[in-house]
């Protein structure tokens, strides 16, 4: 059974965690994989990790004439040669289930793919803020896609689930936690190793974050609370992971503060068990999230979580979150300042184990599920 995924690219936000994850997980002895993306993400080491794993990775950038010249004409022709492309390679694969993320529901439409395949889309994002209004183009269709194809809706959890069914009408939405690498996690460095490595005293109280730099993120209103934590303390250090069109903006506010000394931003990597192990807490202060992966592998390593009122209960997997408002910076700071610790960790995270997730995949491609 040929499996084809369809993304924009891996870098390394949850999405492409997740797909990274399937990909590779999932038994090769009953699905072939393929997977088509658009774009390379050079830093990432998740495209040479799925490729090193034996899976076919096809770049649609490849084959655009004009993929690096600028100018309004050849931004059109790469735009309709992106829709050209996907289509040829949808016939050349000829899978018997495309499995899509993100928003590219408008490319499946096009391609039109053979009647009896199975199409199924993983909701990564809250369906409202994801598909704004009826007129998305994404959202009219996977509208389409649900009346020609009968495609099903994969979604992150159950709160989700409804959402969904009620958008599109339907009522056969599934639910399929993300996951995280249990043995990775139960394998990650000590926290001293870690800091060793990454040249951060012992003495700091660091502070971290992982997720890509967006504005969704919030890394603003994270480095404002960072700045008011370090005029009450000095040995405060915000440990920053992730890549994004916000990193350089956010990298001048902290220089702008001379706190270079007290702050590391790195890029994309893939020992994230390892890095929250550097940390003393997780602060987490999305304006939305569909989820928030990193939050369960927060817990999973059993950090504090500082996180904004708007995470999903779904993703609240310990006693280990505190939850606050947006609108008030100060008391992010005086609650941080005034935390004691927790003496008992309560973690439920037997729903999380990636090996499961894919396992329940599988069913749910053999419609068993």
Known sequence: MKVMHVIHGFNTGGAETLVKQYVIGINKKEFDIVVLCFEHHDESPYEKEIENNGVKIIYICDYLKFNKRKGIIFKIINYLQRYYYFKKFVR???P???????KLNRFVKFAKPASNTDIYHSVHSEPIKFWKNAEDKDFQAAKWLVNKYQMRFIVLHDEMRLEVNHM??????????NGIDFKK??????????RA???????FFVIGHVGRFDKVKNHEFLVDIFLKLHQENSNVFLLLIGDGSEKEKIQLKLEKYGLSNNYMILSNRSDIPDLLNAMDIFVFPSLHEGLGIS????QKMKLPCFVSEIIPKAAIISNLVT???LNDSQKWVDTILNFKGIKNVELNDSDWNIEEIIKKLEKIYKHEI
């Open 185 to 194: 996690f139960n394998q990650a460095l000590p926290k001293e190793n870690v």
């Open 323 to 325: 939850k606050l408002p």
């Open 168 to 177: 599109f009408n339907v009522n056969n939405s599934i639910v399929l936690n």
């Open 197 to 203: 490595k990454l040249g951060i005293s012992d003495d």
């Open 295 to 298: 939050l369960i592998e927060a």
């Open 96 to 102: 018997d289930i495309i499995h899509s993320h993100l």
């Open 92 to 94: 050349i694969e000829k």
